[in-house]
């Protein structure tokens, strides 16, 4: 029930509010002159969140946010498109971290499906440079503390979790390639890296499938990367209203 609860929270209280305040904030900042590197101005097309998912209410599982997390409103979102993934389909996560998206996913989607979930080894030399600030994303103890706790009390869901390890951007992606319905770009946050990784999720989906990417608006290599895409290409990438996140289902 309190799953539901922090779900609905998410959704209808935390995302209208924290839309609001990063509105104010940007336009706050242009007025006096000031950037924010944080908040940097964005030229992707938004789209309401509700018009993305089937599920109105998801539920949410790890609700409190560490640092390198996504917000509990982009929690929700990927929670309530977890659940509406095709029964016996692929979800593929690059960029475990501390596994609380993969979590969500696994105790959201349908019981047929299976969650790959990719992250860079610590003592692994990545291919190309990673963004400032990140690396205490990488050197962990180890990938997927989060969902590790739940193994006993979700056992089911929790054993459909298979960990990957590799660098994103010479992982062999070739097992997985058009078999996932939902794939979630959360890996490094530089340029290059957040290229090659769409390169990677645009092999992965199916059709019909959706890729989510985190942190458009937030960091710099991220937005440039998917900005210059959709300039190039007009795939018709979205940023769903209120969040850093980016959308795009394949037709």
């Given at each position: 029930?309190?799953?539901?609860y922090?779900g609905?929270?998410?959704?209808?209280?935390?995302?209208p509010?924290?839309?609001i305040s990063?509105?104010?904030?940007?336009?706050?900042?242009?007025?006096?002159?000031?950037?924010?590197?944080?908040?940097q101005t964005?030229?992707?097309?938004?789209?309401?969140w509700a018009d993305?998912v089937?599920v109105?209410?998801?539920?949410v599982?790890?609700?409190?946010?560490?640092?390198?997390?996504?917000?509990i409103?982009e929690?929700?979102?990927?929670s309530?498109?977890?659940a509406?993934?095709?029964?016996?389909?692929?979800?593929?996560?690059?960029?475990?971290?501390?596994?609380?998206t993969?979590?969500?996913?696994?105790?959201?989607?349908?019981?047929t499906?299976r969650?790959?979930?990719?992250?860079l080894?610590?003592d692994?030399a990545?291919k190309?440079q990673?963004?400032?600030?990140e690396r205490?994303?990488?050197e962990?103890?180890a990938?997927?503390?989060?969902?590790?706790?739940?193994r006993s009390?979700?056992s089911?869901e929790i054993?459909?979790i298979?960990q990957?390890?590799?660098d994103?951007?010479t992982?062999?992606?070739?097992?997985y390639k058009?078999?996932?319905?939902?794939v979630?770009?959360?890996?490094s946050?530089?340029y290059?890296?957040?290229?090659?990784?769409t390169?990677?999720a645009?092999a992965l989906v199916?059709?019909?499938?959706?890729?989510i990417?985190?942190?458009y608006?937030?960091?710099?290599?991220?937005?440039?990367?998917l900005?210059?895409?959709?300039q190039?290409?007009?795939?018709g990438?979205r940023n769903?209203?209120?969040t850093?996140?980016v959308?795009w289902r394949?037709?």
């Amino acid at each position: 029930m309190k799953e539901r609860y922090h779900g609905f929270y998410a959704t209808r209280i935390y995302l209208p509010f924290s839309s609001i305040s990063r509105r104010w904030r940007r336009f706050s900042r242009r007025i006096r002159g000031k950037q924010d590197s944080a908040l940097q101005t964005t030229i992707l097309p938004e789209v309401c969140w509700a018009d993305c998912v089937k599920v109105s209410v998801p539920r949410v599982w790890e609700h409190k946010k560490e640092n390198g997390n996504v917000r509990i409103s982009e929690l929700a979102i990927l929670s309530a498109l977890a659940a509406g993934c095709r029964e016996g389909s692929t979800l593929f996560e690059i960029g475990t971290f501390d596994g609380r998206t993969t979590l969500n996913l696994a105790l959201n989607a349908p019981g047929t499906c299976r969650i790959y979930t990719l992250d860079l080894p610590p003592d692994q030399a990545p291919k190309y440079q990673l963004a400032d600030g990140e690396r205490h994303m990488v050197e962990k103890l180890a990938p997927g503390s989060r969902y590790e706790q739940y193994r006993s009390k979700h056992s089911a869901e929790i054993s459909r979790i298979h960990q990957l390890h590799g660098d994103s951007a010479t992982f062999d992606y070739s097992p997985y390639k058009g078999s996932c319905s939902l794939v979630f770009v959360d890996g490094s946050h530089s340029y290059d890296y957040a290229l090659s990784d769409t390169r990677a999720a645009m092999a992965l989906v199916e059709a019909g499938g959706v890729i989510i990417w985190h942190d458009y608006g937030i960091w710099e290599g991220v937005t440039k990367a998917l900005e210059e895409l959709e300039q190039r290409e007009h795939f018709g990438l979205r940023n769903i209203r209120g969040t850093s996140l980016v959308i795009w289902r394949k037709k």
